[in-house]
């Protein structure tokens, strides 16, 4: 079976603009989650989204968020970067409900200069 | 709320060594509890779990027990090898699916 897939998983943004992360899960898993990982601020959640309807969410603000697809696959936007999203962003994946483990895809390392 | 904290890196140790790690959480109600580790430019694995107090999890010679009355789930393994150096994360989770990560704690073992 294949596991959490994330593209792309380089890039390089300028301040200002905007960027979509893409995450797919694995097969039959129906949640997925998103995290963002700095060394500073260590793993921090974002959301997870569950059938197309995002459950929970953490305390980012507005210029973050979501979507999930009929097929689970689920993208992440950030609108007008700030130096401060550098990260990596990991996407994770579990069956439905909780609380199970969850299964982390490889991540997206975001540079904005 | 809830909370995980776990100690602070970074755990340097040699070859053979004894490894603890803690960890304790807050939380309400009965919560899961993982230990996750990422090796360096991966992202996270699951390394155990443990769903109810006084639980084991326990792989790949790495062990951790659920004490509620401690609210505890140190990680421990008896003889650490060099690829064991990893960032290891500690977990928990409510009904629900939210996850809450501790800071992570860094070893390194050396030959």
């Known amino acids: 079976k294949a596991g959490v897939t994330q593209t792309p998983r380089y890039l390089i943004k300028t301040r200002g603009q905007q960027v979509t992360l893409s995450c797919s899960p694995i097969s039959g898993h129906r949640s997925v989650s998103w995290y963002q990982q700095t060394p500073g601020q260590g793993l921090q959640f974002l959301f997870e989204?569950?059938?197309?309807?995002?459950?929970n969410k953490g305390n980012f603000p507005g210029r973050f968020s979501g979507r999930q697809f009929s097929n689970s696959r689920s993208e992440m936007n950030v609108s007008t970067l700030e130096l401060g999203d550098s990260a990596l962003y990991l996407c994770?994946?579990?069956?439905?409900?909780?609380?199970?483990?969850?299964?982390f895809g490889p991540g997206t390392r975001l540079t904005v200069t | 709320g809830n909370s995980v904290t776990q100690m602070e890196g970074p755990v340097t140790l040699s070859e053979e060594a004894f490894l603890t790690i803690n960890c304790t959480y807050t939380a309400t109600g009965y919560p899961s509890l993982f230990w996750y580790v990422q090796y360096p430019g991966e992202g996270l694995q699951l390394l155990l779990k443990?769903?109810?107090?006084?639980d084991k999890g326990s792989n790949k010679g790495f062990e951790a027990t659920y004490r509620k009355e401690t609210t505890s789930f140190h990680l421990e393994k008896g003889s650490v090898q060099v690829s064991d150096s990893a960032v290891y994360f500690c977990?928990?989770?409510?009904?629900?699916?939210?996850?809450?990560f501790g800071t992570g704690t860094s070893l390194t073992v050396i030959p």
């Open positions: 989204y569950f059938s197309e309807t995002q459950r």
């Open positions: 977990a928990l989770s409510k009904p629900g699916n939210q996850f809450y």
């Open positions: 443990a769903t109810k107090a006084d």
């Open positions: 994770a994946s579990s069956l439905a409900g909780g609380p199970g483990e969850q299964y």
